[in-house]
């Protein structure tokens, strides 16, 4: 049985970054000129009046500080409050292919391979940046790589789950190198509007080599892989190519990004936090053994409550939980793997996991040790 390893990695962002103070003012401002805009509606109880935001709600609900995004200007126009993006076109190259050319490149480079080595190409996203041609194709013909590609979507666990079919590819012998690429441009999709969710959301890329025996100093073996799913409508998003042919009528924010984030946080976090329990002990290692949990930036307290459900306690090093989260927002399906990216600095025989989870409900936890 031949050993399949996470080669190399590599993250893309945008060079745009908005801190809370900034996203609270323009939130704000916007709320300014909604209430007056429609002060009579609201004295008649027609409308109702919006509250304003504060960097202490955002702080606390999520941890997160600040984010990259795509278009900082017309996320922060008070007007516009989306950012500015083109729309698809054949005369060049997609959004998703931008951040995924570059982010596989730093993962290329990390691996110590060359886009003749690559055998196939995955793309999974938890946004689709169009239904057809793949995004993989594109990429693999952009870098002129051989043998076949395809595009694929599981939420926030699109990246774990391209990971695992990566895996799986591998192990059956239809490829010995695979390029993994998870680009997620979330903000055209955000409604920055929605004091609940204006603050959420960040723009990012990361790649991954999953390689047979690979001999690269940063590889990981890759020694489990546990996937579940389970149907709730607590992550959500109507829109779709169906929405031109509807016939009954909605506006964006209902076609847009929806959660329930109370009930996505009662179900999930115990959800998840029992199958990786269970994973480990199916693989007889003990919790306490696992040196990094780099888990799916979602929130805060949810990184911390899973890890303390795992560990059995709320005392343990928060070292062993990177939360990019606090600088990049969450990154969706990528934000694993831009924890695992940014901290992996461990010794020869160390574990750890990468887990992702969200929409579905969706969990793909994958076991690690450091060659």
Request: hydrophobic share 40%; net charge negative; glycine share 6%.
């Amino acid at each position: 049985m031949h050993n399949i390893h996470i080669a190399g990695t590599g993250i893309w962002y945008p060079d745009d970054k908005i801190n809370n103070d900034e996203l609270v003012d323009s939130y704000n401002s916007y709320v300014d000129l909604f209430n007056t805009k429609n002060k009579e509606a609201i004295e008649n109880g027609d409308v109702i009046q919006m509250q304003q935001s504060s960097v202490e709600f955002i702080e606390k609900a999520s941890g997160i500080k600040s984010r990259h995004v795509i278009d900082k200007n017309g996320i922060l126009d008070n007007k516009r409050m989306m950012p500015r993006v083109n729309n698809e076109h054949e005369d060049r190259l997609s959004i998703h292919a931008v951040a995924g050319i570059n982010a596989a490149k730093n993962a290329i480079k990390q691996a110590n391979i060359s886009t003749n080595d690559i055998d196939a190409v995955i793309v999974g996203t938890s946004h689709a940046a169009r239904n057809y041609p793949a995004v993989a194709i594109e990429i693999q013909n952009e870098l002129k790589i051989n043998g076949y590609a395809y595009d694929m979507l599981v939420g926030c666990s699109s990246t774990t789950f391209a990971i695992n079919n990566a895996y799986s590819d591998i192990a059956s012998g239809l490829a010995n190198t695979i390029l993994v690429i998870n680009p997620e441009i979330s903000t055209p999709f955000v409604n920055f509007t929605h004091r609940d969710k204006h603050f959420i959301f960040g723009d990012g890329c990361a790649a991954t080599i999953i390689q047979k025996d690979s001999t690269s100093e940063k590889s990981f073996k890759i020694i489990d892989r546990k996937l579940y799913t389970q149907f709730s409508n607590n992550i959500r998003s109507n829109y779709s190519y169906l929405n031109r042919a509807a016939i009954d009528t909605k506006n964006n924010e209902d076609l847009l990004f929806h959660q329930n984030g109370r009930g996505v946080f009662k179900d999930v976090c115990p959800l998840v936090a029992k199958l990786i329990t269970d994973q480990l002990e199916l693989n007889k290692i003990e919790p306490k053994d696992i040196s990094k949990f780099w888990l799916h930036q979602a929130n805060g307290k949810m990184i911390r409550l899973i890890t303390s459900k795992i560990l059995g306690t709320d005392d343990f090093d928060s070292s062993i939980t990177p939360m990019p989260i606090i600088n990049f927002g969450n990154l969706a399906s990528v934000g694993s793997l831009f924890a695992f990216n940014l901290d992996n600095d461990l010794e020869a025989g160390q574990k750890g996991v990468i887990c992702s989870f969200g929409a579905g409900y969706s969990v793909c936890s994958i076991i690690v040790e450091k060659n």
